[in-house]
């Protein structure tokens, strides 16, 4: 396990939980002097990872890109794979190709968190579960062909009513079997929706493929009331070999978050670092 930092390029995000925005040079060269070896990048879309706007971070600074975040579709322009019409659900997919491949460029998987959406109003859950599905499947076929993989990030019941727990999002996959598609537990959305943290990290076992580290009130983990014994036990119990990345609020402020995520991953979890 080792840690990593968000960085948001989003400016329509303003306000997220994300602990560094812009000029992502720089502010990757702030979390390296705090000890991080990688950076995940929220960007609004495809263009903004081109070798022209986006710099070589693992070539400049040695760090390496743990995920690209495809959130910037849902933020900036309502896309979602669930939407009620095909035309918005083709351009949701199509957002998150251009993403595979923009990413690819520093063998990045791609996260898919809030572009799953939701169902409602004229989808049933059903309909809504099998577009998840066929995007999913296809866009694991183009994440392989890239040598890279897509986190399928299951949320928290007020901002996705699909999958929101390690139970079902774990049996939806398990009859899914998509190719190149792994999850990304985040703490924040499991300790609303599980009983147990751990219990659920456990389930998802070799599904697991990213984890974001945070507290209770999405702060900087070691700021709240989150046991991470049990969570650090779990992720050993499962080999995990994955990044623990700091999506949370830059409270007090951004390099107070990133320091205080790092005392916490030391103190946790540095022991079974690979």
């Not at 866009?139 to 986190?151: I, N, P, S, Y």
């Not at 928290?156 to 139970?167: D, F, G, P, Q, V």
């Not at 190719?179 to 924040?188: E, G, Y």
Request: hydrophobic content about 40%; glycine content about 8%; aromatic content about 10%.
């Amino acid at each position: 396990m080792n840690p990593s930092v968000t960085i948001s390029l989003v400016k329509e995000a303003a306000g997220g939980p994300f602990v560094y925005w812009h000029d992502p040079l720089d502010r990757a060269k702030r979390a390296q002097n705090l000890g991080y070896p990688a950076v995940e990048i929220f960007p609004p879309n495809a263009e903004a990872l081109k070798p022209e706007n986006f710099p070589d971070i693992p070539g400049e600074l040695g760090m390496k890109i743990a995920a690209v975040g495809s959130g910037g579709g849902w933020v900036c322009n309502r896309w979602h794979l669930s939407h009620p019409s095909a035309d918005v659900r083709l351009r949701a997919k199509n957002f998150i190709y251009a993403l595979l491949d923009a990413a690819a460029r520093f063998g990045a998987p791609v996260i898919i968190g809030s572009m799953q959406g939701r169902y409602g109003e004229s989808v049933c859950k059903e309909q809504a579960l099998e577009w998840l599905g066929g995007a999913l499947l296809l866009l694991g076929e183009r994440a392989k062909a890239l040598g890279t993989c897509v986190f399928y990030e299951p949320l928290n019941r007020y901002e996705s009513n699909l999958l929101n727990t390690a139970k079902e999002t774990v049996e939806f996959l398990e009859r899914l079997k998509p190719n190149n598609v792994k999850v990304l537990a985040d703490l924040f959305h499991m300790n609303i929706e599980e009983s147990s943290i751990a219990e659920g990290l456990v389930t998802y076992g070799d599904w697991l493929g990213h984890v974001h580290l945070v507290d209770n009130q999405r702060q900087a983990a070691g700021s709240g009331m989150m046991d991470y014994s049990d969570i650090a036990a779990a992720l050993r119990r499962i080999s995990y070999k994955g990044y623990l990345s700091a999506e949370v609020f830059p409270v007090p402020d951004s390099d107070s978050a990133a320091r205080m995520t790092m005392d916490t991953y030391r103190r946790w979890f540095s022991g079974s670092n690979v």
